[in-house]
Protein backbone atom coordinates (compact mmCIF):
# COMPACT_ATOMS: atom_id res chain seq x y z
CA UNK A 1 0.00 0.00 0.00
CA UNK A 2 1.33 3.62 -0.46
CA UNK A 3 2.09 5.35 2.57
CA UNK A 4 -0.10 7.53 4.19
CA UNK A 5 -0.30 10.49 7.26
CA UNK A 6 -2.38 8.97 9.62
CA UNK A 7 -1.83 7.35 12.97
CA UNK A 8 -1.13 3.38 13.02
CA UNK A 9 -3.95 1.70 14.52
CA UNK A 10 -1.99 -1.75 13.63
CA UNK A 11 1.00 -3.37 15.42
CA UNK A 12 4.22 -2.45 14.02
CA UNK A 13 6.32 -4.58 12.42
CA UNK A 14 9.33 -2.75 11.58
CA UNK A 15 10.02 1.11 12.24
CA UNK A 16 13.11 2.79 10.22
CA UNK A 17 13.83 4.61 6.64
CA UNK A 18 11.58 4.72 3.98
CA UNK A 19 13.61 2.65 1.33
CA UNK A 20 13.49 -0.43 3.76
CA UNK A 21 9.73 0.24 4.52
CA UNK A 22 9.56 0.37 0.69
CA UNK A 23 11.47 -2.83 0.11
CA UNK A 24 10.01 -5.03 3.18
CA UNK A 25 6.67 -3.88 1.79
CA UNK A 26 7.21 -5.47 -1.77
CA UNK A 27 8.32 -8.71 0.30
CA UNK A 28 4.64 -9.20 2.22
CA UNK A 29 2.95 -7.75 -0.95
CA UNK A 30 5.15 -10.78 -2.72
CA UNK A 31 3.11 -13.06 0.54
CA UNK A 32 -0.13 -11.61 0.03
CA UNK A 33 0.08 -9.93 3.84
CA UNK A 34 -2.16 -6.65 3.71
CA UNK A 35 -0.30 -4.24 5.48
CA UNK A 36 0.26 -0.23 5.07
CA UNK A 37 3.43 1.89 5.69
CA UNK A 38 3.02 4.60 7.11
CA UNK A 39 4.50 8.23 8.34
CA UNK A 40 4.02 9.13 11.62
CA UNK A 41 6.47 12.66 13.30
CA UNK A 42 9.16 11.59 10.36
CA UNK A 43 9.59 8.43 10.96
CA UNK A 44 8.55 5.15 8.63
CA UNK A 45 6.72 2.53 9.89
CA UNK A 46 5.19 -0.97 8.52
CA UNK A 47 2.38 -2.13 10.08
CA UNK A 48 0.22 -4.99 9.74
CA UNK A 49 -3.31 -6.98 10.81
CA UNK A 50 -2.71 -8.13 14.32
CA UNK A 51 -2.96 -12.06 13.17
CA UNK A 52 -0.62 -11.58 11.06
CA UNK A 53 1.93 -9.60 12.48
CA UNK A 54 4.55 -13.40 13.20
CA UNK A 55 3.97 -14.43 9.90
CA UNK A 56 4.71 -10.95 8.63
CA UNK A 57 7.78 -10.58 11.11
CA UNK A 58 9.06 -14.41 9.76
CA UNK A 59 9.13 -13.06 6.05
CA UNK A 60 10.61 -10.12 6.66
CA UNK A 61 13.22 -11.45 8.93
CA UNK A 62 14.06 -14.04 6.20
CA UNK A 63 14.57 -11.68 3.89
CA UNK A 64 16.79 -9.81 5.84
CA UNK A 65 18.65 -12.84 6.62
CA UNK A 66 19.14 -13.57 3.13
CA UNK A 67 20.10 -9.89 1.91
CA UNK A 68 22.61 -8.98 5.04
CA UNK A 69 20.03 -6.59 6.47
CA UNK A 70 20.36 -6.41 10.49
CA UNK A 71 17.11 -8.26 11.85
CA UNK A 72 13.89 -6.89 13.28
CA UNK A 73 12.10 -7.27 16.24
CA UNK A 74 8.16 -6.14 16.04
CA UNK A 75 6.84 -4.03 18.87
CA UNK A 76 4.35 -5.87 21.90
CA UNK A 77 0.83 -6.12 20.75
CA UNK A 78 -0.63 -4.31 23.79
CA UNK A 79 -4.28 -4.01 24.70
CA UNK A 80 -6.25 -1.51 26.38
CA UNK A 81 -8.24 -1.50 29.59
CA UNK A 82 -5.68 -3.30 31.64
CA UNK A 83 -6.24 -1.11 34.39
CA UNK A 84 -9.88 -1.78 34.37
CA UNK A 85 -9.16 -5.67 36.01
CA UNK A 86 -6.43 -4.28 38.09
CA UNK A 87 -9.96 -1.91 39.87
CA UNK A 88 -11.97 -5.05 40.01
CA UNK A 89 -9.06 -6.81 41.50
CA UNK A 90 -8.63 -4.53 44.19
CA UNK A 91 -12.65 -3.74 44.57
CA UNK A 92 -13.13 -7.85 45.41
CA UNK A 93 -9.68 -7.88 47.87
CA UNK A 94 -11.17 -4.86 49.56
CA UNK A 95 -14.38 -5.77 49.63
CA UNK A 96 -13.97 -9.69 50.82
CA UNK A 97 -11.92 -8.19 53.79
CA UNK A 98 -14.60 -6.03 54.94
CA UNK A 99 -16.74 -9.02 55.06
CA UNK A 100 -14.58 -11.18 56.74
CA UNK A 101 -13.44 -8.64 59.47
CA UNK A 102 -17.71 -7.88 60.26
CA UNK A 103 -18.57 -11.56 59.67
CA UNK A 104 -21.36 -10.28 57.13
CA UNK A 105 -24.04 -12.83 56.96
CA UNK A 106 -23.17 -14.45 60.49
CA UNK A 107 -20.36 -16.24 58.63
CA UNK A 108 -16.70 -16.75 59.61
CA UNK A 109 -15.24 -15.96 56.51
CA UNK A 110 -11.91 -17.33 57.38
CA UNK A 111 -13.38 -21.15 58.75
CA UNK A 112 -14.80 -21.26 55.97
CA UNK A 113 -13.19 -20.40 53.29
CA UNK A 114 -9.44 -20.78 54.28
CA UNK A 115 -7.45 -23.15 52.02
CA UNK A 116 -7.41 -26.87 53.91
CA UNK A 117 -5.51 -29.83 53.28
CA UNK A 118 -7.89 -31.36 55.67
CA UNK A 119 -11.06 -30.72 53.18
CA UNK A 120 -9.91 -31.90 49.91
CA UNK A 121 -13.49 -32.07 48.71
CA UNK A 122 -14.48 -28.73 49.41
CA UNK A 123 -12.78 -27.38 46.18
CA UNK A 124 -13.69 -23.64 46.35
CA UNK A 125 -11.42 -23.30 48.97
CA UNK A 126 -9.04 -22.89 46.46
CA UNK A 127 -10.55 -19.96 45.26
CA UNK A 128 -11.86 -18.25 48.30
CA UNK A 129 -8.69 -18.66 49.92
CA UNK A 130 -7.30 -16.09 47.61
CA UNK A 131 -9.06 -13.77 48.87
CA UNK A 132 -8.87 -13.72 52.40
CA UNK A 133 -6.04 -12.04 53.95
CA UNK A 134 -4.85 -12.22 57.77
CA UNK A 135 -3.84 -8.61 58.21
CA UNK A 136 -3.41 -5.19 56.69
CA UNK A 137 0.35 -5.59 56.04
CA UNK A 138 -0.21 -8.96 54.00
CA UNK A 139 -3.41 -7.27 52.04
CA UNK A 140 -1.66 -4.09 50.94
CA UNK A 141 1.46 -6.51 50.20
CA UNK A 142 -0.61 -7.80 47.50
CA UNK A 143 -2.71 -5.06 46.53
CA UNK A 144 0.62 -3.48 45.25
CA UNK A 145 2.21 -6.45 43.95
CA UNK A 146 -1.32 -7.71 42.29
CA UNK A 147 -1.90 -4.33 40.66
CA UNK A 148 1.43 -3.82 38.93
CA UNK A 149 1.80 -7.64 37.95
CA UNK A 150 -1.51 -7.70 36.58
CA UNK A 151 -1.54 -4.46 34.05
CA UNK A 152 1.37 -6.39 32.90
CA UNK A 153 -0.63 -9.32 32.29
CA UNK A 154 -3.47 -7.23 31.44
CA UNK A 155 -1.31 -5.32 28.76
CA UNK A 156 -0.23 -8.60 27.04
CA UNK A 157 -3.11 -10.52 27.30
CA UNK A 158 -6.09 -7.92 27.67
CA UNK A 159 -8.09 -7.53 31.27
CA UNK A 160 -10.35 -10.49 30.99
CA UNK A 161 -7.80 -13.00 29.47
CA UNK A 162 -5.11 -11.86 31.99
CA UNK A 163 -7.23 -12.07 35.21
CA UNK A 164 -8.79 -15.33 34.30
CA UNK A 165 -5.45 -17.07 33.73
CA UNK A 166 -4.42 -15.46 36.70
CA UNK A 167 -7.25 -16.67 38.91
CA UNK A 168 -7.23 -20.47 36.96
CA UNK A 169 -3.64 -20.52 37.47
CA UNK A 170 -3.68 -20.14 41.51
CA UNK A 171 -6.55 -21.83 41.71
CA UNK A 172 -4.79 -25.20 40.13
CA UNK A 173 -1.74 -24.06 42.07
CA UNK A 174 -3.91 -24.20 45.64
CA UNK A 175 -5.39 -27.27 44.43
CA UNK A 176 -2.13 -28.92 44.01
CA UNK A 177 -1.20 -27.62 47.09
CA UNK A 178 -3.99 -29.83 49.32
CA UNK A 179 -2.55 -32.65 47.51
CA UNK A 180 0.83 -32.17 48.11
CA UNK A 181 0.93 -30.67 51.84
CA UNK A 182 0.20 -32.26 55.06
CA UNK A 183 -3.73 -32.31 55.86
CA UNK A 184 -3.05 -29.80 58.76
CA UNK A 185 -2.04 -27.07 56.80
CA UNK A 186 -4.11 -23.78 56.25
CA UNK A 187 -3.40 -20.93 54.05
CA UNK A 188 -4.83 -17.85 52.69
CA UNK A 189 -3.76 -14.73 50.33
CA UNK A 190 -3.31 -13.40 47.34
CA UNK A 191 -0.16 -13.83 46.96
CA UNK A 192 -0.45 -17.44 45.12
CA UNK A 193 -2.15 -15.55 42.91
CA UNK A 194 0.11 -12.77 42.80
CA UNK A 195 3.67 -15.16 41.79
CA UNK A 196 0.83 -16.92 39.16
CA UNK A 197 0.91 -13.27 37.61
CA UNK A 198 4.72 -12.77 37.37
CA UNK A 199 5.03 -16.79 36.08
CA UNK A 200 2.77 -15.91 33.51
CA UNK A 201 4.62 -12.68 32.28
CA UNK A 202 7.60 -15.19 32.76
CA UNK A 203 6.26 -17.96 30.60
CA UNK A 204 5.34 -14.81 28.01
CA UNK A 205 8.91 -13.73 27.86
CA UNK A 206 10.61 -16.66 27.64
CA UNK A 207 8.93 -17.45 23.71
CA UNK A 208 7.75 -14.43 22.75
CA UNK A 209 9.82 -12.49 19.39
CA UNK A 210 10.79 -9.65 21.84
CA UNK A 211 13.86 -7.33 21.49
CA UNK A 212 16.64 -7.71 23.76
CA UNK A 213 15.58 -5.10 25.95
CA UNK A 214 11.95 -6.16 26.43
CA UNK A 215 12.70 -10.06 26.97
CA UNK A 216 15.04 -8.67 29.58
CA UNK A 217 12.67 -6.76 31.10
CA UNK A 218 9.69 -9.56 31.20
CA UNK A 219 11.82 -12.41 32.15
CA UNK A 220 14.14 -10.66 35.15
CA UNK A 221 11.03 -8.13 36.06
CA UNK A 222 8.98 -11.09 37.63
CA UNK A 223 11.49 -12.94 39.01
CA UNK A 224 12.92 -9.89 41.18
CA UNK A 225 8.91 -8.54 42.03
CA UNK A 226 8.67 -12.04 43.30
CA UNK A 227 12.10 -11.81 45.92
CA UNK A 228 11.03 -8.29 46.83
CA UNK A 229 7.55 -9.78 47.59
CA UNK A 230 8.95 -12.94 49.99
CA UNK A 231 10.69 -9.90 51.22
CA UNK A 232 8.03 -7.94 52.27
CA UNK A 233 5.86 -10.67 53.72
CA UNK A 234 9.05 -12.24 55.55
CA UNK A 235 10.39 -15.19 53.27
CA UNK A 236 11.83 -16.72 57.07
CA UNK A 237 8.11 -16.08 58.44
CA UNK A 238 6.43 -19.70 59.65
CA UNK A 239 3.05 -18.23 58.09
CA UNK A 240 4.31 -17.63 54.70
CA UNK A 241 3.29 -20.19 51.73
CA UNK A 242 6.21 -20.89 50.23
CA UNK A 243 4.89 -24.28 48.63
CA UNK A 244 1.68 -22.33 47.35
CA UNK A 245 4.04 -19.25 46.03
CA UNK A 246 6.56 -21.75 44.09
CA UNK A 247 3.43 -23.61 42.81
CA UNK A 248 1.83 -20.19 41.44
CA UNK A 249 4.58 -19.05 39.60
CA UNK A 250 5.50 -22.81 38.33
CA UNK A 251 1.90 -23.19 36.84
CA UNK A 252 1.81 -19.39 35.66
CA UNK A 253 4.75 -19.96 33.97
CA UNK A 254 3.19 -22.64 32.32
CA UNK A 255 0.17 -21.29 31.04
CA UNK A 256 2.36 -18.69 29.58
CA UNK A 257 4.45 -20.59 28.05
CA UNK A 258 1.50 -22.09 26.32
CA UNK A 259 -0.09 -19.21 25.72
CA UNK A 260 2.36 -17.19 23.61
CA UNK A 261 3.50 -20.87 21.61
CA UNK A 262 -0.32 -20.61 20.60
CA UNK A 263 -0.63 -16.88 19.83
CA UNK A 264 -3.42 -15.98 22.13
CA UNK A 265 -1.72 -13.16 22.81
CA UNK A 266 -1.83 -11.51 19.69
CA UNK A 267 -5.83 -12.21 19.61
CA UNK A 268 -7.43 -8.59 20.36
CA UNK A 269 -11.68 -8.40 21.41
CA UNK A 270 -13.06 -6.50 23.55
CA UNK A 271 -15.85 -9.16 23.01
CA UNK A 272 -13.69 -11.98 24.56
CA UNK A 273 -12.42 -9.54 27.29
CA UNK A 274 -15.60 -8.97 29.16
CA UNK A 275 -16.53 -12.66 28.60
CA UNK A 276 -13.47 -13.92 30.46
CA UNK A 277 -13.55 -11.56 32.74
CA UNK A 278 -16.91 -12.07 33.65
CA UNK A 279 -15.99 -15.67 34.18
CA UNK A 280 -13.57 -14.98 36.11
CA UNK A 281 -15.50 -12.74 38.49
CA UNK A 282 -18.29 -15.26 38.15
CA UNK A 283 -16.07 -18.19 39.53
CA UNK A 284 -14.90 -16.17 42.91
CA UNK A 285 -18.55 -15.45 43.24
CA UNK A 286 -19.62 -19.33 42.89
CA UNK A 287 -16.87 -19.93 44.94
CA UNK A 288 -18.02 -18.29 47.74
CA UNK A 289 -21.55 -18.76 47.55
CA UNK A 290 -20.84 -22.55 47.63
CA UNK A 291 -18.53 -21.66 51.07
CA UNK A 292 -21.66 -19.87 52.84
CA UNK A 293 -24.15 -22.83 51.95
CA UNK A 294 -21.55 -25.14 53.36
CA UNK A 295 -21.41 -23.44 56.04
CA UNK A 296 -24.87 -22.83 57.05
CA UNK A 297 -25.46 -26.75 56.32
Not at 19 to 39: D, P
Not at 170 to 197: D, Q
Not at 236 to 253: I, N, P, Q
Request: with cysteine.
Amino acid sequence: MEPGQKDAADPVVFRGSRSLCREYSLVLEAKNIRHETTQIEGAWILTVAPATLREAYDEISRYSAERGVPRTTPSIVTHPGAGLGAICYVVILLLTAYCAGNGVLGVDWFAVGALDAGSPAEWWRSITALTLHLDQEHLLGNLLFGVVAGVAAGRLLGPGVAWLSILGSATLANSAEVILAPSTHRAVGASTAVFAALGLLAGMASRQRLSVRERLWYRWAPLIAGICLLTFLGAGDAHVDVLGHALGFVFGTGVGWLYTRLGVSDKRGSAVQAITGWIAGLAVCTAWALAIVHADG
